[in-house]
């Protein structure tokens, strides 16, 4: 299932906020969109998701052209967490994953037996059964990042794009949901996140894309991308490439 | 609202039991009973309510009478003689009952609204609505139309509400506090309206009736206003509770919903305009009532959560009950005169508007 990308852009006030991006992002992996901020990493998100629509470019999932199919069934395969999505009104995190089956509901039907079953799974994968029942608003934020995961999970999608999910959380619950992310790419969904944290990206991403103005500076392996002449001239920032004592992975420093 | 205690359902224990227990479903079918039952109650007893001497079951006769009566089967003297008959029949009966579809569409109007917009002090009458419906129809009965009543109203709602949602939004980003502001002067313009049109076209008193468009009345409710509001809350509000999913998609906000397949823009004028329509038809047979699309629903999310499948048809039930009664405390309270029903539902409104206030105040941010 894997994501391509192909010439998008899309402008607002006259500025480009995509400016003819192309990238793919690999079935079954983790995906690291990178970039300073205003690079247009959530936009290309949204584009992705089916909420804004770019002037120009295709998106295709696994050979399927995203922009032939009906909003509803878009929403079947691809499920998108915002960087901070609060609720309007009061909802426990079971409501709140229900609300993800919203793609898959019969016109005018009620609940079905398979919403029940997919809430339930989507609740168990993301290790939220004991906050089932809690109200949103009293959970912690990485408490509350898995249960908006869990919303996403309960649409049952392919494609799972995240904007920003580390935001806001502790090192513990940090690593936490890298580990789930990894146990949902090992079943073959297909993970795309914004990440600020570039370590992060460096020891948990597959595949990486470094958005710059909305433009594709670089994609590739972490190798890749992350060595300082390519980072350098994007963040704008002196940066030194280490070797972490333990996995090997890059580390990297900035001055 | 504190939801009950973690239970400690592990996920694998959560797989096994039954779904609808792992996912935490509240019941809803014993509220919807009780309420339910709470309403025929009230309905019934409401209309025993006044001078006459009247048992709850001869409003029940009284019924059976006059069905009998439609079926042909009638056999001709009312039980209760043609008096005490025609007080239930022709005079109480059809007032209760548009109190109750009145009080039923308001609280489905406010409680989509308050979803649609993510506005939790969203309602007919704040956003001004009502107001705008109210103008509507005084000025098609001032030009001797008034078979035209509904549609004016319904044009009125509409008309207002596109002028509040605008104002709001050409003040900034649409937040609760500017769509309230921009409610508030969408709504003193069309009440100045309604009164001046009244005020000139009045021969006599026109204050008593300038009142009843303002505050509401449903003094003069009789079997066709029960037919136009009872008949628009079943169909409009029916329908309404049908997308109930799509209305708990907009939960976390418009770019949520679009990324769980709803067409934002055109979901939300439909629904909207569902609503002016609802609110058209009420204002019609009532004049403008505030409050009960506010008090309602947020009473209601706190029994049973904030899914409208579950919120809409117990809004109504209880908006409907709510009405009953407020209109029967008006119209006996100070019997011989009768009080307009808006004075009595914003002596009860305002401190939940004034509650809900002061419950976000630490979210200022998100009034402001």
Redesign the interface.
Known sequence: MSLRVDGVRWTVAQRAVLDGVTATAPGGRLTGLLGPNGAGKSSLL?AV???LAPEAGTFTLDAVDLAGL???????R???V?QE????????V??????????H?SR?G??T?AD??A???A???A?V???????LG?LSGGERQRAHLARALA?DPQLLLLDEPTNHLDVHARIELLDLLGRLTDRGVTVVAALHDLNLAASACDHLILLDRGRVAAEGTVDEVLRPEVLEPVYRVRCHLLSHPVTGRPVLTFS | ???????????????GAR??D????RRTGPWLAVATAALLVSVTLAVTVGPADLAPLDVWRSVADHVAALGGTSSGEPALGVLRDGIVWDLRLPRVLTAAAVGAGLAIAGAVM??LT???LADPYLLGLSSGASLGAVAVLVLGVGVLLPVAAFVGAVLAMGAALGLAGSLGRITPARTVLAGLAVAQLCSAGTSFVIFWSATGDSYREILSWLMGSLAGARWPAVAISLGAVLVLGTGLA?QG??L??????D??A??????VQRTRWVMLTVVALLTGALVAVSGSIGFVGLILPHGV?LLV???H?RLLPLSALTGATFLVWADTAARTVFEPRELPVGIVTAFLGAPVFALLLWQRRSAAGDLA
């Not at chain 1, 079971?94 to 793609?103: H, K, N």
């Not at chain 1, 059964?129 to 109200?135: K, T």
């Not at chain 2, 792992?22 to 479903?25: D, L, M, Q, T, W």
């Not at chain 2, 708990?248 to 906000?253: I, K, S």
């Open positions: 949204r998701a089916g909420v009906p909003r509803r069934e878009r929403a079947r691809i499920a998108l915002e999505a609060a609720a309007s009104v009061p909802l426990t079971a409501e709140a994953v229900l609300i993800g089956r919203t793609p509901a005018w009620g609940h037996t029940d079953a809430v339930a799974s609740i168990a994968e290790g059964g004991d906050l089932a029942q809690r109200s009293t649409q | 609202m504190t939801a009950p205690p973690p239970t400690g359902v592990r996920p694998a224990d959560a797989l779904p609808s792992a996912v935490g479903r308050q979803g993510r506005n939790p049908l999913r799509t708990d998609a907009f939960a976390f906000g770019t949520a679009a990324a769980l397949g709803v067409d999310r959560g904030s899914s499948r």
